[in-house]
T-cell receptor, first 111, second 117 residues
Framework: QKEVEQNSGPLSVPEGAIASLNCTYS??????FFWYRQYSGKSPELIMF????GDKEDGRFTAQLNKASQYVSLLIRDSQPSDSATYLC???????????FGQGTELSVKP | GAVVSQHPSRVICKSGTSVKIECRSL??????MFWYRQFPKQSLMLMAT?????????EQGVEKDKFLINHASLTLSTLTVTSAHPEDSSFYIC?????????????FGPGTRLLVL
């Protein structure tokens, strides 16, 4: 079983819709959770981080964490074509330690 | 957000030469920096964890004598690809950990694209 799992996609949504990206992790002791966006040919860019159960909102983005179910999700409201990218879920089990990445979900927002 | 720079952004070199890549945290101090490699259409692969003032910790299968890492200060880590060969051509990305309270967040540099001829 992979430590961090994401659907590879591609996930295709129409412009203006809500895109829902999901991630599950295996280490129940995981402490912090991150979503990065990576455009083709570029390096990852931090979108959101979340440490506590529940929702965290930042603009059009909402991260949701459920430690009991070991999943973290990212919702993108009012999706735009510029949101088309690969979204990487990352989990840090130990502070100061390395991140464990999922394989990424490719999102395509169609005009 | 915190800013991480990398230099150079792109390098082309002949087989057998060595290439040094710099990673700097511009507006924060990073005790820990990380080096990744990414081949086209593939996931990020962690190569090593670089700790300021101590030896780097390499991931399994990464040759420490080929990929030399130095983390001389809290804002600078370097990766030297020694005796580069065409199979080392890849996208090399560093990240730096910014600590806030009990939490650390990794910010990525823009990456260095290496082409070995």
């Amino acid at each position: 079983q992979k430590e961090v799992e994401q659907n590879s996609g591609p996930l295709s949504v129409p412009e203006g819709a809500i895109a829902s990206l999901n991630c599950t992790y295996s280490d129940r002791g995981s402490q912090s959770f991150f979503w990065y966006r990576q455009y083709s040919g570029k390096s990852p860019e931090l979108i959101m981080f979340i440490y506590s159960n529940g929702d965290k909102e930042d603009g059009r983005f909402t991260a949701q964490l459920n430690k009991a179910s070991q999943y973290v999700s990212l919702l993108i409201r009012d999706s735009q074509p510029s949101d088309s990218a690969t979204y990487l879920c990352a989990v840090n089990a130990n502070q100061g330690g390395k991140l464990i990445f999922g394989q990424g979900t490719e999102l395509s927002v169609k005009p | 957000g915190a800013v991480v720079s990398q230099h150079p952004s792109r390098v082309i070199c002949k087989s057998g030469t060595s290439v040094k890549i710099e990673c700097r945290s511009l507006d924060f101090q990073a005790t820990t920096m990380f080096w990744y490699r990414q081949f086209p259409k593939q996931s990020l692969m962690l190569m090593a964890t670089s700790n300021e003032g101590s030896k780097a910790t390499y991931e399994q299968g990464v040759e420490k004598d080929k990929f030399l890492i130095n983390h001389a200060s809290l804002t600078l880590s370097t990766l030297t690809v020694t005796s580069a060969h065409p199979e080392d051509s890849s996208f090399y990305i560093c990240s730096a950990g910014e600590t806030s309270g009990a939490w650390e967040t990794q910010y990525f540099g823009p990456g260095t694209r290496l082409l070995v001829l």
